[in-house]
């Protein structure tokens, strides 16, 4: 608002069309984060990939994900601005007893529209972000580092996943998370029991 009503009214226009599901929108948010982060952004920085092997993912391996385009692309280019990071989402593999692939994640929306978190099998999951998600995402596999993996209590992970699973994504915990100033936290962090 320093900017007085038409340098607002001016930035407001300049920030529509990154939540705009096209291919405006989806130009707009590379352009957003090449302006904004110069040399730290690459449209696809490496590993991105088109395609898993299963075989490769163990429980605790990482993936990260960068939506460009919709509410969602623009909602993770301010936030990727705003953190200088490169992906704006994450999710935890986890494998059962059997060996099967599971994806936990936040933000997943359930049947009636509400983001919860979700523990899903890897093809639903895998499925979904290829052929539905229209936010584009870029999707980055990160192993844990053999000495991790080593010492990853994944009887633990499933316990605390399953006492997740189904409640709602806490957007007013991952909003106090990230705005920061060079005097604090803004708004200060609520109490737990409050929120």
């Known amino acids: ?17 990154l939540f705009t ?13 090449k302006k904004h982060m110069g040399a730290k952004f690459e449209e696809r920085p490496e590993p991105w990939f088109s395609s898993i092997n299963v075989d490769d993912v163990h429980s605790g391996d990482f993936l990260v ?10 909602f993770e280019t ?16 986890l494998k059962d007893s059997e060996g099967k692939l599971w994806v936990a994640e936040s933000g997943h929306a359930n049947d009636k ?8 099998p890897w093809e639903e999951w895998w499925s979904f972000e290829l052929n539905k998600d229209d936010s584009d995402p870029h999707i980055a596999l990160l192993p844990l580092h053999p000495n991790l993996r080593a010492k990853f209590n994944n009887s633990a992970a499933w316990e605390y996943a399953r ?8 957007y007013h915990n991952m909003i106090f998370s990230w705005i920061d100033t060079t005097s604090g936290n803004y708004p200060p962090p609520l109490d737990a029991q409050l929120v």
């Open 21 to 33: 599901n096209t291919g405006w929108g989806e130009n707009s948010n590379v352009n957003f984060l």
């Open 65 to 74: 994900l960068s939506k460009i385009r919709g509410r969602w692309g623009g």
């Open 113 to 120: 529209g509400e983001d919860i978190i979700a523990i899903l």
């Open 1 to 17: 608002m320093k900017s007085g009503m038409l340098g607002t009214l001016r930035a407001l226009w300049d920030v529509f069309p």
């Open 163 to 170: 006492s997740l699973d189904g409640k709602p994504y806490g």
């Open 78 to 93: 301010l936030e990727k601005w705003v953190t200088g990071a490169y992906g704006g989402h994450s999710a935890v593999c």
